[in-house]
C-alpha cells in the first residue's frame, strides 16, 4: 500500500498568516493528490484535486502544488472558518489511502 | 442538487450484525461508483472500497474483506454496507462518497456512527 506522511500533526496560526501542510508519498504518485478539510462533526470536503486544481467553491486562499511523492496545502490568509482537519489522499492506486491528518486551529 | 443521505446512528452488541443505507439524488445513481471511507472516533480515515453501481460488483480493501458486504437496490439509488459480526474495533463513522474521475471524493454522505458496546 502507498504509505501517506502527511505534516505537521497540528498547527496552530494567526488570523492572515499563511500556513502550509505537507504529504510524503512512499512512492510517486503522479499527483494524483487530493486535499480534504473536515470540520468537528462534519464529512470531509474535497478542497483541491490533482495536487493543484482548485475545488469549485472553494476560496482561493486553498492553493496546492507538488509532484512525484512530495505534496503540499498552502492556506494565503488563515481565517476562522478554516479551523478543522486537514487530510492528503492518493488515488494512485488501490487501496487509496490517506493522510493521518492535521488539525489546524486559529492562535 | 447531488446529495448522499445516509441512515441513522446504530447501537449494537458484539456479534450482532447492521446494515447502514446511502440513498443518492441529483444525479444518475448508475452513472457514478459508490465507495465506502471508516472513521474511528479520533482517527484519521480508512478507505474500506468500492462497489461497481453499474454492475453491483463490490472491491473490498484487505481489511475489509471478511465481514463487510456492500450491496445496492438500484430502483431505489441507495448503496448498503452491512457488517456482520460486529466487533469494538468497529465502532466508527462510516461514510458513503461517490467517485469521481480521477479517484476524487468531492460528494460524501454525512456519515453514520455505528457504536458497539456491550
Redesign the interface.
Given at each position: 500500500d502507498i504509505q501517506m506522511t502527511q505534516s505537521p500533526a497540528s498547527l496552530s496560526a494567526s488570523l492572515g498568516e499563511t500556513i502550509s501542510i505537507e504529504c510524503l508519498a512512499s512512492e510517486g504518485i503522479s499527483s494524483?493528490l487530493?486535499w480534504?478539510q473536515q470540520r468537528p462533526g462534519?464529512?470531509?470536503?474535497?478542497l483541491i484535486?490533482?495536487a493543484n486544481s482548485l475545488?469549485a467553491g472553494v476560496p482561493s486562499r486553498f492553493s496546492g502544488s507538488g509532484s512525484g511523492t512530495q505534496y503540499s496545502l498552502k492556506i494565503s490568509s488563515m481565517q476562522p472558518e478554516d479551523e478543522g482537519d486537514y487530510?492528503c489522499?492518493?488515488?494512485?492506486k488501490?487501496?487509496?489511502?490517506?493522510?493521518?491528518?492535521t488539525k489546524l486551529e486559529l492562535k | 442538487q447531488v446529495q448522499l443521505v445516509q441512515s441513522g446512528p446504530e447501537l449494537k452488541k458484539p456479534g450482532e450484525s447492521v446494515k447502514i443505507s446511502c440513498r443518492a439524488s441529483g444525479y444518475t445513481f448508475t452513472d457514478y461508483a459508490m465507495n465506502w471511507v471508516k472513521q474511528a472516533p479520533g482517527n484519521g480515515l480508512k478507505w474500506m472500497g468500492w462497489i461497481n453501481t453499474q454492475t453491483g460488483k463490490p472491491t473490498y480493501a484487505d481489511d475489509f474483506k471478511q465481514r463487510f458486504v456492500f450491496s445496492l437496490e438500484t430502483s431505489a439509488s441507495t448503496a448498503y454496507l452491512q457488517i456482520n459480526n460486529l466487533n469494538i474495533e468497529d465502532t466508527a463513522t462510516y461514510f458513503c462518497t461517490r467517485y469521481d474521475y480521477p479517484g476524487i471524493f468531492a460528494y460524501w454522505g454525512q456519515g453514520v456512527m455505528v457504536t458497539v458496546s456491550s
Open positions: 494524483y487530493a480534504y462534519k464529512s470531509p470536503q474535497l484535486y490533482g475545488q487530510f489522499q492518493q488515488s494512485y488501490f487501496p487509496y489511502t490517506f493522510g493521518a491528518g | -
